[in-house]
C-alpha cells in the first residue's frame, strides 16, 4: 500500500447465525411448545394431563438446561395450558405448573374422492376397524427412555422420502362429502417403489396392514417420540429391529384409503400427533 493511500473501511462483520434448535417452537394446536425446566443433575420428569392420563414428556438437555418438548394436540383449545414439572427422574419433590399459551390456528380445508367402501365401513370394516384403532393406540402409548441404546444427538429430522408434498399437516379432510378428523402427518407424493429412509435413529415397534393406512410401520425414537409411515407398497423391517438415521425400511405405495402412492409420514409427542415441518428445514 502506497503512503497516500487512503485506509480502507473495515467489512461489517456478519454476527454468526443462532444454533437451531429441533424441533422449532409453534405453540399452536398441533405444535409444540419448548419449556425451560431449569438446571438439575439428573434429566428431570414433566408430565402432561391428556384425557385424565398423566402422559410423560420428552426432556431434553444437560445439567446446566433441560427443556421439555411438549407435543400440542389438534384439538387443544387456544388459551392456558400447562405441564407438571417433578423435581427429579424418580418423581420425588414437589410438583410445580410450568404454563403456557395456546394460540389459535385455522388450517386450510381439502375435499378428496375415495372408494365409498372406504368413508360408509361395512359391519365387517367396521369391526376391523376398531380392533385395528384399539391395537395402535398400544403402539401409541409406547415410551422409552433410549430405545436405539444411546440419547439422540439432535432431534432434527431428515427428510424420508424426496417428493413433492401434496398435502399439509392439519388440513381439514372431506371424504367424499364428508368431513373427518383433520390430517394429522404430512403426505409426501413419489412413485411406488421409491426407497424411504429412518429420518433418526429408532426401533421398529410395529409394523401392519391396516385398513385405512394400508401398509404401516411405526418407529420409536424415545420419550414419546414415535414416527409413522402409511400406504406402503414394502415393508423391510420386522418388530424389534433397530434403525440408523438414513437407513432404507420401506417403500411407498398406494394401499389403504388413498388417492395414489405417497407417504404419509406422522411424527408423535406425547400420543398426540404434531406437524413433522417443524423437525425439519425449511
Known amino acids: ?41 439428573a434429566r428431570p420428569r ?29 384439538a387443544a383449545s387456544p388459551g392456558d ?14 410438583p410445580r405448573p410450568l404454563h403456557y399459551t395456546v394460540a389459535a390456528k385455522r388450517y386450510k380445508e381439502q375435499h378428496l374422492q375415495v372408494s365409498p367402501r372406504t368413508v360408509d365401513l361395512s359391519p365387517e370394516d367396521q369391526a376391523r ?10 403402539v401409541m402409548a409406547t415410551f422409552t ?13 431428515r427428510v424420508p422420502v424426496p417428493g413433492r408434498r401434496s398435502s399439509s399437516f392439519g388440513l381439514r379432510r372431506v371424504f367424499n362429502g364428508q368431513p373427518r378428523n383433520p390430517h394429522s ?3 409426501i407424493a413419489a412413485p411406488t417403489g421409491t ?28 420419550q414419546g417420540l414415535l414416527s409413522m409411515y402409511c400406504h406402503l407398497s414394502r415393508m423391510d423391517v420386522r418388530v424389534g429391529d433397530v ?10 405405495g398406494a394401499t389403504g384409503r388413498v388417492t395414489g402412492p405417497h407417504l404419509h409420514w406422522g411424527v408423535m409427542l406425547n400420543r398426540s400427533m404434531v406437524d413433522p415441518a417443524l423437525f425439519i428445514p425449511a
Open 1 to 41: 500500500m502506497g503512503l497516500h493511500a487512503k485506509p480502507q473501511p473495515a467489512s461489517p462483520t456478519k454476527p454468526p447465525a443462532a444454533p437451531a434448535v429441533w424441533p422449532q417452537a409453534l405453540q399452536v394446536p398441533g405444535g409444540v411448545a419448548r419449556l425451560s425446566l431449569g438446571p438439575a443433575a
Open 185 to 187: 402427518g404430512m403426505d
Open 145 to 157: 427412555e433410549l430405545p436405539a441404546g444411546q440419547a439422540q444427538p439432535s432431534l432434527r429430522m
Open 129 to 138: 376397524y376398531e380392533r385395528e384403532r384399539d391395537h395402535q393406540a398400544g
Open 195 to 222: 426407497p424411504i429412509v429412518a429420518p433418526l435413529a429408532g426401533r421398529v415397534i410395529d409394523v401392519g396392514d391396516y385398513f385405512f393406512n394400508g401398509g404401516t410401520v411405526w418407529l420409536d425414537h424415545g
Open 46 to 74: 414433566a408430565l402432561v394431563r391428556q384425557s385424565d392420563v398423566d402422559v410423560p414428556v420428552l426432556v431434553v438437555g444437560d445439567v446446566i438446561e433441560w427443556t421439555a418438548i411438549v407435543g400440542i394436540p389438534l
Open 81 to 94: 395450558a400447562f405441564i407438571t414439572a417433578l423435581a427429579d427422574g424418580n418423581g420425588n419433590g414437589t
Open 243 to 252: 434403525l440408523q438415521a438414513g437407513d432404507a425400511f420401506c417403500q411407498v
